[in-house]
């Protein structure tokens, strides 16, 4: 009976490498022995030869090689995918697994209480050994964490396994040809960018009626992966805007306390008392169709506000901090919201396809409060946008700029904020300096800045 060679592993040459000879013979001997006895009782001697470990190791060329299954390592991972409307019992039934295994399951370990939020999507992942008893399970809540159950004395003991994606940074850098949404879309920035983009410089640019041909914007921001795989876009880092000629930095700034703010280099908070523009301009992709967006104010006559035009259904946001203390609807206005902000001011917004608050509310600013519609005397969706001070309508567009000054940062507060974006300031010179010798319209790359 000669065993046809087979070609040593290289873990197990090394092994072998390092086994001092007189172990190797020593091996080999209780080999031969086991060999011999394999031959008489065939049962038995298999039994040993799987649980008996120096086996492995003189498993050489020269030596005969009985017919021995690989040894089992791990017992493979048995996956299911939560399906809507399971629980527990639902997915053990399809693992194999009886009522029983649950309740063991859940009364021993601490953090059962996850396993009974389930989320259709999530996966669980079963090993079962072959008499058919779970040894472990894994609850894969997402990419990120996972909770580990695992078969002890006592039952199951269990651990959180959190993964932290990589963080890179990434830039995008455009000149403004058509509107800042197809710029900023044909660099590939994604929805959610291009709104928190809007969201840092909502204070101090219009961007339904202030953007022009010729703005540009750099944007420096995160991106977070896992296993080389793009997972999802973190926060805008620092960004800069020029509109009309006039530049706007932004930095994003952590407080001691953890509250995020962007502010200007000279640590001036970019969020005023009032947005620029109440809707949601993402939602408007022909910023520069100005016969579409056609901006009225004139005091003497009955029509006293702004109109927006926007498709229905077009996010309202509540222009600053307030209370909202009129919501409803008439003949002429349609569905209508009126929202004081302090004592002084007082903005409105009418025509609503939907109102989106109640009187009394408390709103934040940039809050959804209403949709875009054309309730009410209006010829077309838009919105009409009122502002008031003391009683008093005022063009919004003109009186902005001499509204109390956003705020600064607190004296106390400034070196760590300099510390903070001095990495950025470099980041954003370098973006700027190759986006120039680029002379192209639109730049984007994965930062080796
Ligand atoms: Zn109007």
Same mark, same amino acid.
Not at 292 to 306: A, E, M
Not at 335 to 354: A, D, E, P
Not at 383 to 410: C, M, Q, W
């Given at each position: 009976?000669?065993?046809?060679?087979?070609?040593?592993?290289?873990?197990?040459?090394?092994?072998?490498?390092?086994?001092?000879?007189?172990?190797?013979?020593?091996?080999?001997?209780?080999?031969?022995?086991?060999?011999?006895?394999?031959?008489?009782?065939?049962?038995?001697?298999?039994?040993?030869?799987?649980?008996?470990?120096?086996?492995?190791?003189?498993?050489?060329?020269?030596?005969?090689?009985?017919?021995?299954?690989?040894?089992?390592?791990?017992?493979?991972?048995?996956?299911?995918?939560?399906?809507?409307?399971?629980?527990?019992?639902?997915?053990?039934?399809?693992?194999?697994?009886?009522?029983?295994?649950?309740?063991?399951?859940?009364?021993?370990?601490?953090?059962?209480?996850?396993?009974?939020?389930?989320?259709?999507?999530?996966?669980?992942?079963?090993?079962?050994?072959?008499?058919?008893?779970?040894?472990?399970?894994?609850?894969?809540?997402?990419?990120?964490?996972?909770?580990?159950?695992?078969?002890?004395?006592?039952?199951?003991?269990?651990?959180?396994?959190?993964?932290?994606?990589?963080?890179?940074?990434?830039?995008?850098?455009?000149?403004?040809?058509?509107?800042?949404?197809?710029? /900023?879309?044909?660099? $590939?920035?994604?929805?959610?960018?291009?709104?928190?983009? =809007? #969201?840092?410089?909502?204070? +101090? %640019?219009?961007?339904?009626?202030?953007?022009?041909?010729?703005?540009?914007?750099?944007?420096?921001?995160?991106?977070?992966?896992?296993?080389?795989?793009?997972?999802?876009?973190?926060?805008?880092?620092?960004?800069?805007?020029?509109?009309?000629?006039?530049?706007?930095?932004?930095?994003?700034?952590?407080?001691?306390?953890?509250?995020?703010?962007?502010?200007?280099?000279?640590?001036?908070?970019?969020?005023?008392?009032?947005?620029?523009?109440?809707?949601?301009?993402?939602?408007?992709?022909?910023?520069?169709?100005?016969?579409?967006?056609?901006?009225?104010?004139?005091?003497?006559?009955?029509?006293?506000?702004?109109?927006?035009?926007?498709?229905?259904?077009?996010?309202?946001? /509540?222009?600053?901090? $307030?209370?909202?203390?009129?919501?409803?609807?008439?003949? =002429? #206005?349609?569905?209508?919201? +009126? %929202?004081?902000?302090?004592?002084?001011?007082?903005?409105?917004?009418?025509?609503?396809?939907?109102?989106?608050?109640?009187?009394?509310?408390?709103?934040?600013?940039?809050?959804?409060?209403?949709?875009?519609?054309?309730?009410?005397?209006?010829?077309?969706?838009?919105?009409?946008?009122?502002?008031?001070?003391?009683?008093?309508?005022?063009?919004?567009?003109?009186?902005?700029?001499?509204?109390?000054?956003?705020?600064?940062?607190?004296?106390?507060?400034?070196?760590?904020?300099?510390?903070?974006?001095?990495?950025?300031?470099?980041?954003?010179?370098?973006?700027?300096?190759?986006?120039?010798?680029?002379?192209?319209?639109?730049?984007?790359?994965?930062?080796?800045?």
């Amino acid at each position: 009976m000669q065993a046809t060679p087979r070609k040593p592993k290289t873990t197990l040459n090394q092994l072998v490498a390092e086994f001092p000879r007189r172990h190797l013979a020593i091996a080999s001997v209780i080999i031969a022995i086991t060999f011999i006895a394999l031959m008489l009782t065939p049962n038995e001697s298999a039994q040993a030869l799987r649980t008996s470990q120096p086996i492995e190791l003189s498993l050489e060329d020269k030596q005969p090689e009985p017919d021995i299954p690989e040894p089992v390592l791990e017992i493979p991972w048995h996956e299911e995918t939560i399906q809507n409307g399971d629980n527990l019992s639902k997915i053990f039934q399809r693992a194999s697994l009886g009522a029983s295994d649950v309740h063991e399951l859940v009364i021993s370990s601490k953090n059962s209480k996850d396993l009974l939020r389930l989320y259709p999507g999530q996966k669980m992942a079963f090993q079962i050994d072959d008499q058919g008893e779970l040894q472990a399970l894994q609850h894969i809540h997402n990419r990120l964490e996972t909770t580990l159950y695992e078969r002890n004395a006592s039952g199951f003991s269990s651990t959180i396994i959190q993964r932290e994606p990589e963080v890179r940074h990434n830039y995008s850098s455009a000149i403004i040809s058509s509107s800042l949404y197809t710029a /900023a879309q044909s660099n $590939g920035l994604s929805q959610d960018l291009i709104m928190e983009l =809007a #969201n840092v410089f909502g204070g +101090v %640019i219009d961007f339904v009626y202030d953007v022009r041909a010729g703005d540009n914007f750099t944007l420096l921001y995160e991106e977070h992966y896992l296993d080389e795989e793009k997972l999802n876009n973190g926060p805008i880092l620092a960004a800069q805007f020029t509109n009309r000629g006039e530049t706007y930095t932004a930095y994003r700034y952590v407080h001691p306390d953890g509250s995020v703010g962007y502010f200007n280099e000279k640590g001036v908070s970019m969020k005023k008392a009032f947005l620029r523009s109440p809707v949601d301009f993402t939602r408007i992709s022909s910023s520069f169709n100005l016969k579409r967006l056609h901006p009225i104010f004139k005091t003497n006559r009955p029509h006293r506000g702004i109109d927006y035009a926007a498709a229905t259904g077009t996010p309202v946001f /509540a222009a600053g901090d $307030g209370r909202v203390i009129q919501a409803g609807y008439t003949k =002429a #206005n349609g569905n209508y919201i +009126v %929202i004081n902000h302090g004592t002084q001011y007082q903005t409105k917004y009418l025509h609503l396809h939907k109102r989106g608050v109640r009187k009394g509310q408390k709103v934040k600013q940039q809050q959804i409060i209403g949709w875009v519609g054309s309730t009410g005397y209006a010829t077309g969706p838009h919105l009409h946008y009122e502002f008031l001070v003391n009683g008093v309508h005022r063009n919004p567009r003109t009186i902005l700029k001499k509204l109390p000054k956003a705020k600064s940062l607190d004296e106390s507060e400034k070196e760590l904020f300099l510390t903070q974006i001095s990495g950025l300031q470099v980041q954003l010179a370098a973006i700027k300096s190759h986006s120039q010798l680029a002379k192209t319209e639109q730049n984007t790359g994965s930062s080796t800045l």
